[in-house]
T-cell receptor, first 114, second 109 residues
């Protein structure tokens, strides 16, 4: 089946620094990828839709200047959390549909900001 | 009102029990429905798609009621390994999955 690889799986960073998370589709091309965030005991919340070759679409309440998304190729999307703060600590997951019937997920990145 | 709602549980059942989860969705334009399973601190994984005619995969049965806008998942003969969070997903034609909060299932010996 389709595989989506996400790195790193976990990261600890200091407040004020930036963290980049990569999401790769390994055996298919993904013109669209989705970035989700999940706080403990909460649902997966869509943050933004990453579009290859164009600007990402952000959900209401998500700061585009803080969560930078780049979809430089058909197999790679990156999410950069800039000037991270402890409240940004969360589980971030990317997803890519290989067709309009199923979403494949990366392994997720657990971000802890200290 | 959330777009996809689920009872968060937890559902605490003994091995061998039958358990049912329900999920309601508010967007009548939703076209595709799925159940995902998520283990603690892991990514969600597709359990099964949900079709209007209903579908069954071993011990799991999923059903869709478009008129009432709800989806159900039935698990028969529960196993310890079924313990997880079950996420209901609805999506529209452009396929942006919208997740429910998830229902926690704990199967005990």
């Amino acid at each position: 089946g389709a595989v989506v690889s996400q790195h790193p799986s976990w990261v600890i960073c200091k407040s004020g620094t930036s963290v980049k998370i990569e999401c790769r589709s390994l055996d298919f091309q993904a013109t669209t990828m989705f970035w989700y965030r999940q706080f403990p005991k909460q649902s997966l919340m869509l943050m933004a839709t990453s579009n290859e070759g164009s600007k990402a679409t952000y959900e209401q309440g998500v700061e585009k200047d803080k969560f930078l998304i780049n979809h430089a190729s058909l197999t790679l999307s990156t999410l950069t959390v800039t000037s991270a703060h402890p409240e940004d600590s969360s589980f971030y997951i990317c997803s890519a549909p290989d067709r309009a019937t199923e979403a494949f997920f990366g392994q997720g990145t657990r971000l802890t900001v200290v | 009102r959330k777009e996809v709602e689920q009872d968060p549980g937890p559902f605490n059942v003994p091995e061998g029990a039958t358990v049912a989860f329900n999920c309601t969705y508010s967007n009548s334009a939703s076209q595709s429905f799925f159940w995902y399973r998520q283990d603690c601190r892991k990514e969600p994984k597709l359990l099964m798609s949900v079709y209007s005619s209903g579908n069954e995969d071993g011990r799991f049965t999923a059903q869709l009621n478009r008129a009432s806008q709800y989806i159900s998942l039935l698990i028969r003969d529960s196993k310890l390994s079924d313990s997880a969070t079950y996420l209901c997903v609805a999506s529209g034609g452009s396929y942006i999955p919208t997740f429910g909060r998830g229902t926690s299932l704990i199967v005990h010996p």
